[in-house]
């Protein structure tokens, strides 16, 4: 089945490099998604990856995919307050526009 | 171009009540799917639209309904409501083909008492 896997917290010092892991289980997912939920917000999409990808940079995101694992981790570089945040990690069922969602990863950011 | 916009943005009705919200995707975008967020059970696919048919269903029950109009708009239903059913929806707009990127809305805040 689908199942998508991350770790609830995260805290690093502003101007450090934050790395969000994500594991899921459906080995027939076709693309990859980040998303950033700021309070009271919606979903904003961040980047995503094709399946058939190791690695998608996009200024300071930088998206790994180790498809054998099923392991997939966003990094920001270069890390601001503004990034604070709770950011979801979704892969997409095959075939179909359901996406399946981690629990979040609340990103705080330290002066 | 105009994003994802969801009506109305909060919501309070009373338990047995029923309730609509709206979505209006992306101009150009024919389908719209919708999620339900809570903290307990986090982000959960309710059901997709794709020109006025339902393509994808999630595991809620059949008091959850959704429609879709030719305009690509679309509506969610639910009626009888329970004090779970309180969370935020949101609403997520895409082209629909396979590579397609999905934008959500603001989200509508169902507060049921």
């Known amino acids: 089945g689908e199942d998508v896997e991350q770790s609830l917290f995260l805290s690093v010092r502003e101007g450090d490099s934050s790395v969000i892991n994500c594991t899921y289980t459906?080995?027939?997912?076709?693309?990859l998604y980040w998303y950033k939920q700021e309070p009271g917000a919606g979903l904003q999409l961040l980047t995503y990856i094709f399946s058939n990808m190791d690695m998608k940079q996009d200024q300071r995101l930088t998206v790994l995919l180790n498809k054998k694992d099923k392991h997939l981790s966003l990094r920001i570089a270069d890390t601001q307050t503004g990034d604070s945040a709770i950011y979801f990690c979704?892969?997409?069922?095959?075939?179909?526009?359901?996406?399946?969602f981690g629990q979040g990863t609340r990103l705080t950011i330290n002066p | 171009k105009a994003g994802v916009t969801q009506t109305p943005r909060y919501l309070i009705k009373t338990r047995g009540q029923q309730v609509t919200l709206s979505c209006s995707p992306i101009s150009g975008h024919r389908s719209v799917s919708w999620y339900q967020q809570t903290p307990g059970q986090g982000l959960q696919f309710l059901f997709e639209y794709f020109s006025e048919t339902q393509r994808n269903k999630g595991n809620f029950p059949g008091r959850f309904s959704g429609r879709q109009f030719s305009n690509s708009r679309s509506e969610m239903n639910v009626s009888t409501l329970e004090l779970g059913d309180s969370a935020l929806y949101l609403c997520?707009?895409?082209?629909?083909?396979?590579?397609?990127?999905?934008?959500f809305g603001q989200g509508t805040r169902l507060t049921v008492v």
């Open positions: 997520a707009s895409s082209m629909g083909g396979e590579n397609t990127e999905a934008f």
């Open positions: 459906d080995s027939s997912s076709t693309y």
């Open positions: 979704a892969e997409r069922v095959q075939g179909a526009q359901k996406l399946v």
